[in-house]
C-alpha cells in the first residue's frame, strides 16, 4: 500500500531532551516536507525538500533540524525541544519536483513538551 | 511571507443548503490546492487549479481559481454531513517547494 508512515504517533517529552520524528514513504518520491499545524494557523511548512542532500528552509524552520541522505525517509529533528514546539506534525511527499503535484501526507504526531 | 487568508473560519449549515469558502492572498501563486482534512488524519487533496480563471468541478464540489492567481473559492452544491471537515487551500510560491497554506474552514453540515 502506497503510504507515508510517521513514528511516533504520539509523543510526550520534557524541556531540552533531543528527539526524532521519522518520516518515509514507499512512493519513490522525490519531494518531501514537513509541516505542524496549531488551532487557527492551519498547516506551516517547517522545511522541505527536493531531492536527495537538498533541503531548504519553510516559514518556520528555528528549532528544527532535518536530513535527507535517503530518497524515501525524511526525519525532523528537534535539539533541544521547547514548549512552544508542542503541536501536531505532518509529513508529506509528492512525485513531482514542481509542487503542482499532489502531496500524500502522513498520518501526524502530536508531539507535547513539558 | 506569503499569508493565504481563508474565510469564514467557521460554519455550521443544514444538510441540503450551498456554502462558499473563500481563499485570498495580496500574492501570486504558481497553482492553488484544496485540501480536506477530517479528525485525526493528514490532508487530503480535493483539485489543484494551474490557470488563472480556471474553474474545475468535482461532483458538488467547484472550484475557481482568480483571474490574477491571487485568490480561489471552493462552492459546495446541496451540503451533506459527510462534507464535514476542515477545508485548508494551499498555494505554491514563486520558490518551487516551498507552500502556504491558508489557515483553514472548519464545516459542520448538520443532518
Known amino acids: 500500500e502506497a503510504q507515508v508512515t510517521q513514528n511516533p504517533r504520539y509523543l510526550i517529552t520534557v524541556t531540552g531532551k533531543k528527539l526524532t520524528v521519522t518520516c518515509s514513504q514507499n512512493?519513490?518520491?522525490?519531494?518531501m516536507s514537513w509541516y505542524r499545524q496549531d488551532p487557527g494557523l492551519g498547516l506551516r511548512q517547517i522545511y522541505y525538500s527536493m531531492n536527495v542532500e537538498v533541503t531548504d528552509k519553510g516559514d518556520v524552520p528555528e528549532g528544527y533540524k532535518v536530513s535527507r541522505k535517503e530518497k524515501r525517509n525524511f526525519p525532523l529533528i528537534l535539539e533541544s525541544p521547547s514548549p512552544n514546539q508542542t503541536s501536531l506534525y505532518f509529513c508529506?511527499?509528492?512525485?513531482?519536483?514542481?509542487?503542482?503535484?499532489?502531496?500524500?501526507f502522513g498520518p501526524g504526531t502530536r508531539l507535547t513538551v513539558l | 511571507t506569503q499569508l493565504l487568508e481563508q474565510s469564514p473560519q467557521f460554519l455550521s449549515i443544514q444538510e441540503g443548503e450551498n456554502l462558499t469558502v473563500y481563499c485570498n492572498s495580496s500574492s501570486v501563486f504558481s497553482s492553488l490546492q484544496w485540501y480536506r482534512q477530517e479528525p485525526g488524519e493528514g490532508p487530503v487533496l480535493l483539485v489543484t487549479?494551474?490557470?488563472?480563471?480556471e474553474v474545475k468541478k468535482l461532483k458538488r464540489l467547484t472550484f475557481q481559481f482568480g483571474d490574477a492567481r491571487k485568490d480561489s473559492s471552493l462552492h459546495i452544491t446541496a451540503a451533506q454531513p459527510g462534507d464535514t471537515g476542515l477545508y485548508l487551500c494551499?498555494?505554491?510560491?514563486?520558490?518551487?517547494?516551498?507552500?502556504?497554506f491558508g489557515d483553514g474552514t472548519t464545516l459542520t453540515v448538520k443532518p
Open positions: 512512493m519513490n518520491h522525490e519531494y
Open positions: 494551499a498555494g505554491e510560491s514563486t520558490n518551487a517547494g516551498k507552500s502556504t
Open positions: 487549479v494551474v490557470t488563472g480563471g
Open positions: 508529506a511527499s509528492s512525485l513531482s519536483n514542481y509542487w503542482g503535484g499532489e502531496q500524500f
